[in-house]
């Protein structure tokens, strides 16, 4: 009887830093700050953290629900975080039912 194989395996932590960001790019905002993309390894999260074109075109307009925080929590939260991580170099924000206080932190970023 032949013996079972072992599953394969695949240590993500080594996959080249190019590699990391195009899977990256593949993700929308929701699935890189909220979604367990970054909770992968420390490689993962140091690329979507220090890659300031992941976050270059901010879209929150579709947030999913996250408790229990509420819906404006979750929005300021992913836009503080998503505005923080892009270093300056957001072009594209895109939202909706903003009021002053989010306006306000966009304009001051």
Do not use: Y
Not at 7 to 27: F, G, M, N, T, Y
Not at 84 to 100: E, I
């Amino acid at each position: 009887m032949p013996e079972p194989r072992e599953p394969w395996e695949r240590d993500w932590a080594e996959l080249p830093a190019d590699s990391i960001s195009c899977v990256l790019h593949k993700l929308s905002l929701p699935e890189l700050l909220l979604g367990g993309a970054v909770e992968v390894c420390r490689s993962w999260r140091r690329a979507a953290r220090e890659e300031p074109e992941l976050w270059r075109r901010i879209d929150v307009r579709e947030l999913p629900d996250v408790p229990p925080f509420t819906w404006r929590a979750t929005l300021e939260n992913v836009m503080r975080s998503a505005l923080r991580l892009c270093a300056g170099q957001c072009h594209t924000f895109l939202a909706k039912n903003l009021d002053d206080g989010l306006f306000m932190l966009i304009a001051q970023r």
